[in-house]
């Protein structure tokens, strides 16, 4: 009987442990996870936008020939000319005799002119004397006037074929060294006829195409790092072309080199540069903050009941570990560092620091 009765104990206690176990259960407070916080700050930003860019040099030109001749001598590609110094040279005899005989041309005028002119005076007095006729007077002063007209003529012949005797030598427009040559020594050529290239490979500036989007921000004589490979150089912003590519929707920005730059790098070469933009105020949080995945980006702002409130955002600009981002923010708003990665929204968090 005994017995029985502790049996009959032992069940009904086995059976009210059974009936317990899941609100007990359900009275426990949610597990909450660590993480660590900061706060949403409101800044002004100054961020670099990575772009790629060209090396160009600032002086590039082809050099062509001025008048129709055969070319005597032209320079070779990799030679240096200095600004002023020949390129090629033609043959002029033609020219020069051509320039041999107008000055003759315009001597025999000139004795002309002087001759007529004497004549002229005199039947003027003799027709005041009524010795000689008034139609011979018109014609001596009509061989006068002529002949000044032709040596007029002469003179200006002279000037034009002196300014083609100065096109026998085509020169350098500035210092720079020749890059390649389209004729050579004794063939013919036509006026305006490419002979060579020519570049500064002194003066250097790089060009790169930055989104469109950012032409208002572009700061004309800013600082900007430029790189290729182990390089590194203090670029300066010269120009932004305030003119957008329809198909790629870029501009233009072209950013000067420092003087010792051409010891290292040349025209044609690709690289990498950081264009600063003018500095605006926006809400940043660290990079750390920042959630993506494929439904989206967002951040987990922590409320004042330490729970995990997910908030969709956009980002815009960064500067080294601060991004600066658009959503439903304001300056002071908590938001997780570390640990977001592994929230929920809703979830119940416990703050282990705040940064």
């Not at 200006?156 to 030598?169: K, P, S």
């Not at 003087?259 to 070469?269: L, V």
């Amino acid at each position: 009987m005994k017995a029985l009765g502790t049996r009959l104990v032992a069940r009904t206690l086995l059976v009210s442990a059974l009936w317990l176990a899941p609100s007990f259960a359900l009275a426990q407070p949610d597990k909450a996870v660590l993480v660590t916080v900061t706060e949403v700050v409101a800044e002004d930003m100054s961020p670099l936008i990575p772009t790629a860019g060209t090396v160009f040099s600032r002086n590039a030109t082809q050099i062509t020939s001025g008048l129709a001749a055969r070319i005597e001598w032209i320079a070779e590609p990799g030679d240096f000319i200095p600004a002023g110094g020949t390129v090629a040279r033609f043959d002029c005899d033609m020219l020069e005799l051509r320039r041999d005989e107008l000055l003759a041309t315009a001597e025999r005028e000139q004795v002309n002119v002087y001759t007529f002119s004497k004549e002229a005076d005199r039947l003027a007095r003799a027709r005041e004397a009524l010795v000689a006729s008034e139609s011979q007077l018109l014609l001596m002063q009509g061989e006068r006037d002529r002949a000044a007209s032709e040596l007029k003529i002469a003179q200006v012949r002279i000037r034009q074929t002196e300014n083609d005797l100065e096109r026998c030598v085509a020169r350098a427009p500035f210092d720079g060294v020749v890059t390649s040559i389209q004729r050579t020594a004794g063939e013919d050529v036509e006026r305006s006829t490419v002979l060579a290239a020519m570049t500064d490979t002194q003066n250097l500036e790089v060009r790169a195409s930055v989104p469109i989007r950012y032409l208002p921000r572009i700061r004309t004589g800013a600082v900007a790092p430029v790189q290729m490979n182990d390089l590194r150089f203090e670029g300066r912003i010269r120009k932004a072309v305030p003119a957008g590519d329809a198909a790629s929707q870029t501009f233009e920005v072209r950013i000067d080199l420092p003087a010792s730059a051409p010891e290292f790098i040349a025209a044609g070469q690709l690289v990498s540069v950081s264009l600063p933009l003018a500095a605006s105020n926006v809400l940043t949080v660290p990079r750390d903050s920042i959630v993506l995945r494929e439904d989206g980006t967002f951040v987990m702002r922590i409320t004042e009941e330490n729970r995990a409130e997910r908030v969709t955002i956009r980002v815009a600009d960064a500067t080294g570990q601060r991004v600066a981002i658009r959503g439903e923010l304001k300056p002071g708003d908590r938001v997780a560092v570390r640990g977001a990665e592994a929230l929920d929204d809703g979830e119940s968090v416990s703050v282990r620091t705040e940064t």
